[in-house]
Each structure stands twice: as C-alpha cells, then as structure tokens.
C-alpha cells in the first residue's frame, strides 16, 4: 500500500517508490509533519515532537504552556491562534475578521489521480498511483479545506493541491490559498532556484538558508522570465550525484510564490502556491475553490536524479496528446532571416533550401496577418495579409507541403494592438482600470482573458486559421506581462480575482483548441522562456528555452533549464553570426553542438549559407536524425556546470546503458592550459562500449572511474567536441 493510516496512533505513512512522508493527528484534530526523506518500512514514532515551554509562544490550551501552534511542525497552518509564522492559507469573513482554525475530520484513500478541476496536473491510473484527500474543517464557518496528496509508485513523488468549500451560511473570501506546507524540524540546507531575465532565463543560483524569510516570485502575470517556479532545499554535502535533495515545482503559468521561512529555533517552513500579493478570491455559499498542483520530489542522489526523477516523471505523466512520444522534427523559422520583411517567394526559398539541407518543418513567425510590418499593429487581427502572401495560407502551406516539408505558424493570441480592427471595435477588451493610463508594452495591450466573449472570439479566429490550411506546428506567443490588472465585467469585490480567472480562462481556451487540433504540434513561447513551467506544458509539450540564440549563452539557459524540464520539452536552434542577441561569433559546428542537445533547429536564412556552410548543416541535420531519439528521450547527466568554471559537459543515454553521447563544450581558451580528463556519469560500468567511429573499445567502469582526454587539439575559444559510444 502506498498509504497506510494507523487509527490507533492516527498517523498517515505515505510510500512512494523509494520515499516516506509522514503525518499525525495530534490533539484535537491538529495535522502535523513528522517525517520527508528516504523510505522506510514503518513509522513507530521514533521522532515525537517534542514540546516545551517557549516564551512569547502562545497556547491554545492556557492549561499547557508547552504546546503551542508557534512550535509545533504543522502540515497546513492557519493564521491568528497562536502560530506567528507566516500562513499557509488566510480567509476573510464577512465581519472583517481574518482568523480560522482548522481541525482535521476525516480522510479518503484511492487508487489513482482525480483530475484537477480546470487545472493542468501530472496524471496516472489506478495502477500507477495512490491518493490521500484529508479533509480539514473550521467549524465556526463550515470552511472545509480538503488537502490532496498522491503519491507514484514508481517515482520518488508526491504531488500536493488544496481545494477550499464554503459549506458555512456567509461568504468567505480567500486572502491566501497557497498548495503546500511543509515544516522541516532543522534548516541545514542550501536553497536552490532559477532565476534571470528576459535573454537569461533559468541560471543557477545556490546558498545556504538563512533565519528570516528568503523566497522567489513573480507577480507579472505569468511565471516570468525572472524567477522559475521551482526551489530545491539541498543539504549540504549533497552534489550533482550524491546526497539528499527536496524539490518543489509549480504547475501553474501566473503568479506565484515559493518562500522558505526560517523560524526563530531553526525551523523551515517550505512553501508554495499562488502569490497572494494582488489575490483574493471570494467564495459564496456553496462555492468552491481549486488551488495548482505542487510536485515535489525527493532525491537521495543528488540533484541529478532529481532532474531524472521529474523528467521521467513529466514525460509519462504530464505531458499528453499525439506528440507525446513522437520525435521532434527538425524545424528552420524565418524570424531571425526576414522578421517582419518578407513575401511569397523569400518563404518558399528558405523552405526550399532547408529541405535540401535535411529540414523537416517550416515555421513562418510573426509578420503574416494583418497589416504587420512592425511590431505596432495588428495583434488581434488574425487575418492573412494579402500584400505578403496574395494566395494565402493553404497554398504556401500546400506548395510547402509538397517540397516534402511540414508547415508551421506563429501566433500571439493573448494580445491587442491599439492598432488594430479588434481594438477598434471592443477597446474594453484589454486588461484595464477605468481612469488610469493603458501602458503599452512592445506597443501592445494583454487582452482580458477573464472574459468568455473574449476567449470565444479569439479561439474562433485561431481555430479558423488552423483549419484554413495543412498546418502540423504552432507557435504560441506571449511578449508582454500584465499591467494594469482589471477586468470591466468583474465587481469590485472580484477585481483581484482577474489574474487568476485569466490563467483559468486561457488553459480552457488551449483544452480546446489542442483538442480540437491534435495533430498539432504546439510550442509555447514568451519572449522566449518567459512562461516555461509544466502547466503550459500539459498544454503543449515543449516551449522555445529562450530568444537568445547564442551558443555560450545556451550553455547556461539549458544546463538550467535541465534541473525540471525534461529534453524533449527544450527548443534549441543554430542562429546566425554574429549572434543577434550578445553579437558574439562562434563556429557552426559549435552552434551546432548546443542546438542538437534539445528540439532542433535553425533561425537563419539558409538562402545566405555558402556551399561549405550548407555541408556542414547537412551533416548536422542527417547526424542529429540518427540520435534524435537519444536525445529527445534519453537520461541527460549533466557533467559540467558552465556556473562553476570554463567548461560544460553533459551525456545522453538510453535506459539499456547500451548507446550514449557526450558532449564538451569549452568557453575561453587559456595559455598554457592543463590536460583534463573528464569522468563520465550514468553509463554501465559492468559494459563495454566502443568508440563511433573508430576500433577504440572502453570498459564502462574505465570511463566512469578513469575517464577520457579533452583533445588537446581544441584551439581557440567557442570549442566544441562530441564523442558517441555504442555498448558491444
């Protein structure tokens, strides 16, 4: 059984593949954390917390002054009775009053996963998984909080969500309504996340917890390019392969929060949800309300097999549809060679020349509806423009199609350009606040997706689009965050509810439209990786990393992304030189090498190439056809960090340990350098494995433990080597 309760002792032991989490009941109705880390086979209280008499720590019980709720580990805390630490939830009664009290009631135990109502969420059947729904109530109110954890028998996971119900006779509004609470008895840990910029997205950061509250965010509308939704708690020995790790991921695409607090007899309080800055959400009689799932992974292993864990984990269980388990094609995208200058005849060039090369897809990117040549018009006009292609969609598609490419299109569906027909018409269709200034950013407006006659207008017009012509692939934009947060159909009751209607609104709007279009390939975007987190991939499975190009840059922006997201979720292509991002020049092959460690492809015009340059990317192409499935489906051990020094490596493999590639990448190259050797992870080391290409064989515990030379004969900066190995 992955969960187990004993009645007697009231105690939860849940059991997933290779860990145990454990709760109790405590007093009267009180739900405390006991135990998160490595699996054990029974809980027989070995660690009872342990109660004391701390000044300035209230009691609910004035007869006993060493139990207090300011102490005491607890599983979901509330606030305003005697727990000064930050709460997991917070509610509004119709006096004014904040306080409530939550006391546990009873629980159900099943096999399987519900699915989340109107939310993306990992999934799995009645064979794969097990979940426990405890329900809490304040009985004052009639507030019932029903907190739902499942646990995979065959992955060291356990997902978390909450749902609130307003079973009482009076209104209740949310303040807070955060996914997960988790109070560790100690804070010797390092607290690990992502974070960056627009161009930068996902770089590593790590240092050790310190008392008080450190946290990440966002409130921009939409999980950002500035902070990742996800942290891991490292203990501090643990390394990229060995010791103990905690992470915690968000499937949610808006504003969030997750904050470590460390309390004043170092404790840590972990959690994440829903960012209540800006928030709140009232619930009527009767009402209900579902919060985003967290997942949360355990890792005795280091911060490698958590990444394995949730790759596995996101691949079989988040990730839906036909494209699932299909290899990527190889894709060239006409932004980076023509943005918004461009006709019939250019299009068909670049898509002609990226046939011959060994190309599989044509993008054609923004630019094609409207009266589009620039980025200030047109966003909500989802109308071919004739001055460009005068014989529309269907034909280029066709006459693409017949090259024997597949035809892909850009779109940007949750904005408005204040030029354009659709703003003309409904200019209450934007986010907006009456009387304040309308901040146009990227000269355009977020449309308010708390809408449904917005939402139907604009999933009728792209639906129409997609159906209008042969189109396998699609884009899907999104380049400005949220400004001016209101909505003209909400009352001033709801109005901080117009975010989180938004996210709701647009994961109906792609239930929809991926339905309807399931042989689509759908590639989220914003600005790049600005909004990549597992809930749009539930939507679509991968989303382009970044809009920086840049070979070294990638280094980086992969090696991070790599800690959550699985490979085959990361879109990575060849731009021109110099770079037009960071204008850094580097060699074809090294772009190359980067590109064919995720979804590959070129931004360029492949018309410009020379003959030389077009050999080299036919090599490219045909080498990346044979490992592709490596690549997009294998383990990924990272080796090198490009965060710790010069050097980045990282090696792909199958789940036989019988294929594996290897990949160094060097930045700078250094006077009078050392040799060095690199040691590789995640082979076999009972195997033999030869060298592609060559009569060289290696036993796998001589390139795990041994390793193999970085040729010496790497000159220069930007270098790049590639070594391939087959199991004999």
């Known amino acids: 059984m992955g969960i187990q309760f004993d009645e007697k002792k009231r105690i939860f032991h849940l059991q997933a593949k290779d860990t145990s989490y454990v709760m109790e009941v405590v007093r009267d109705g009180f ?8 699996k054990i086979n029974s809980y027989n209280q070995p660690n009872p917390v342990q109660l004391l008499d701390r000044g300035f720590s209230g009691n609910p019980y004035k007869e006993d002054r060493t139990f207090s709720l300011d102490t005491l580990p607890q599983e979901y805390p509330q606030f305003g009775n005697t727990d000064y630490r930050k709460p997991a939830y917070q509610i509004q009664l119709e006096n004014g009053s904040t306080i409530s009290d939550l006391r546990y009631t009873s629980h159900e135990v099943y096999r399987g996963k519900p699915k989340l109502e109107g939310m993306p969420a990992t999934y ?58 988790i109070d560790f008895h100690d804070a010797d840990f390092d607290f690990l996340h992502l974070h960056g910029a627009h161009n930068r997205e996902r770089f590593i950061e790590r240092a050790p917890l310190r008392p008080g509250i450190q946290s990440i965010e966002s409130s921009r509308g939409a ?3 500035q902070h990742n939704p996800f942290f891991a708690l490292l203990r501090k020995d643990a390394t990229e392969f060995a010791g103990e790790v905690f992470g915690f991921n968000f499937v949610y695409s808006g504003n969030f929060l997750g904050q470590i607090e460390v309390d004043q007899f170092a404790n840590s309080r972990v959690m994440m949800g829903i960012n209540p800055f800006d928030f709140s959400w009232l619930l009527q009689p009767g009402d209900s309300f579902q919060t985003p799932e967290v997942v949360m992974v355990y890792s005795d292993s280091g911060l490698g097999d958590m990444s394995r864990t949730y790759h596995d984990l996101y691949r079989e269980h988040l990730l839906r549809g036909q494209h699932k388990q299909k290899e990527r094609p190889i894709l060239v995208n006409n932004w980076e060679a023509t943005y918004f200058d461009f006709n019939e005849e250019k299009i068909l060039d670049i898509a002609k020349t990226g046939k011959e090369l060994g190309m599989e897809l044509f993008v054609l990117d923004d630019g094609w509806f409207g009266k589009r040549d620039d980025d200030t018009t047109s966003l909500g006009d989802w109308i071919v423009d004739q001055r460009k292609l005068p014989n529309g969609l269907n034909t280029l598609a066709n006459q693409i199609n017949d090259m024997g490419m597949q035809f892909g299109l850009w779109f940007e569906p949750e904005m408005i350009s204040v030029e354009s027909d659709l703003y003309r018409e409904h200019p209450d269709w934007c986010l907006h606040v009456p009387g304040r200034n309308r901040s146009e950013s990227r000269n355009q407006l977020v449309l308010d997706l708390s809408r449904d006659d917005v939402c139907e207008e604009i999933t009728k017009q792209i639906s129409n689009i997609l159906a209008s012509a042969p189109i396998t692939y699609v884009k899907w934009d999104m380049n400005r965050h949220m400004t001016e947060v209101g909505s003209a159909l909400l009352p001033a009751e709801r109005q901080r509810e117009t975010a989180h209607r938004y996210m709701l609104n647009l994961y109906k709007m792609l239930e929809e439209i991926t339905t309807n279009f399931p ?49 085959v979720t990361i879109g990575a292509h060849v731009s021109a030189v110099p770079n037009h991002q960071v204008h850094r020049i580097t060699s074809l092959k090294m772009r190359g090498d980067v590109a064919m460690s995720g979804n590959f492809g070129y931004e360029l015009d492949l018309t410009k190439m020379t003959t030389e340059e077009k050999e080299i990317v036919k090599e490219q192409t045909a080498h990346y056809k044979k490992i592709r499935k490596l690549v997009q489906y294998g383990d990924f051990y990272r080796l090198l960090s490009p965060f710790e020094g010069n050097d980045t490596a990282w090696l792909f493999t199958n789940k036989e340990k019988s294929e594996a590639i290897v990949s160094y990448y060097r930045v700078l190259a250094e006077p009078a350098a050392p040799t060095k ?17 060559t009569d060289k064989i290696f036993g796998g515990d001589e390139l795990t433990y041994v390793g193999i030379n970085i040729p010496i004969e790497l000159e220069g900066d930007f270098q790049s080597y590639v070594w391939h190995f087959q199991a004999i």
């Open 519 to 567: 042989h689509i390939l759908f590639e989220s975007c914003s600005g790049g990786g600005g909004r990549f987190d597992p809930g749009m991939l539930y939507y679509m499975p991968q989303t382009w990393t970044s809009d920086n190009t840049d070979a070294v840059s990638r280094l980086k922006i992969q090696y991070g992304t790599s800690l959550v997201y699985p490979i």
């Open 31 to 38: 739900l405390i954390h006991l135990y998160w880390g490595k």
């Open 677 to 693: 050797v690199l040691k590789l992870d995640g082979i076999d080391v009972t195997k033999q494995y030869q060298l592609v290409g």
């Open 124 to 181: 799995a059947n009645e064979t794969e998984a097990e979940t426990l729904a405890i329900t809490m109530e304040d009985a004052l109110t009639g507030l019932h909080v029903i907190l739902n954890y499942t646990v995979f028998d065959q992955y060291n996971v356990i997902t978390r969500s909450v749902r609130f119900i307003n079973n009482g006779q009076e209104s209740i509004k949310l303040l807070r309504a955060l996914s997960s609470s």
């Open 223 to 225: 999980s950002s390019h």
